[in-house]
């Protein structure tokens, strides 16, 4: 089935700096999303992104949609200990019908040091 | 606005038992989504519902697991016998109808299958 590479696997930084991750695919995906999950919940939706060449913020989020349709890449500036939990690509290929399948990343853990 | 509702919380079984969850999605949702999410993976899709209908099932281990939405709104997942494999965190979505709409996730099942 289709995969989405996503990295890195994990990163520890310092409260402040700015973070970035990316998910790269071999096929083509219509939809990008991103999602980020703490200890003992669901993910919880970001961003999504619609169009390739999509450039879309919310807050200090900042998403990218690939425009080749086969990558996305999360920024996350002046990152703060909240920041902290597992950040998921998810790519959607629209493949007709009713459809609407999401196919994951492995996600990238983020530890924020205070 | 309520979440996706999901019960149990946490589940531990023997191996050959049996186990069912339960999914009550936000109101007014016609999709339903059931993924399986091992530990250290991104949530992966069994089984996606619009209203009471099944519009993708090719993931589903069909020999051991099955689910229904009837009526269209709560859905139930079972695992009829549990393997070790199975243990996992079984997460409910739902999502309005349409490609450009993302999910929300419930909380999930972790189960436990020793």
């Known amino acids: 089935g289709q995969q989405l590479n996503q990295s890195p696997q994990s990163m520890f930084i310092q409260e402040g700096e700015d973070v970035s991750m990316n998910c790269t695919s071999s096929s083509i995906f219509n939809t990008w999303l991103w999602y980020k999950q703490e200890p003992g919940e669901g993910p919880v939706l970001l961003i999504a992104?619609?169009?390739?060449?999509e450039l879309t913020s919310n807050g200090r989020l900042t998403a990218q949609f690939g425009i080749t349709r086969k990558d996305s890449f999360l920024n996350i500036s002046a990152s703060i200990p909240s920041d902290v939990g597992i950040y998921f690509c998810a790519g959607r290929q629209n493949s007709g019908g009713s459809n609407y399948k999401l196919t994951f990343g492995k996600g990238t853990l983020l530890t924020v040091n205070p | 606005e309520a979440g996706v509702a999901q019960s149990p919380r946490y589940k531990i079984i023997e191996k050959r038992q049996s186990v069912a969850f339960w999914c009550n999605p936000i109101?007014?949702?016609?999709?339903l989504y059931w993924y399986q999410q091992i530990l250290g993976q991104g949530p992966k899709l069994l089984i996606q519902?619009?209203?009471?209908?099944?519009?993708?099932d090719s993931q589903l281990p069909k020999d051991r697991f099955s689910a229904e939405r009837l009526k269209g709104v709560d859905s139930t997942l079972k695992i009829q016998p549990a393997k070790l494999e199975d243990s996992a965190v079984y997460l409910c979505?739902?999502?309005?109808?349409?490609?450009?709409?993302?999910?929300?996730f419930g909380s999930g099942t972790r189960l436990t299958v020793v």
């Open positions: 519902f619009q209203n009471n209908g099944v519009v993708d």
């Open positions: 109101s007014g949702h016609a999709t």
């Open positions: 992104l619609y169009k390739a060449g």
């Open positions: 979505a739902s999502s309005l109808q349409g490609a450009n709409y993302g999910y929300t």
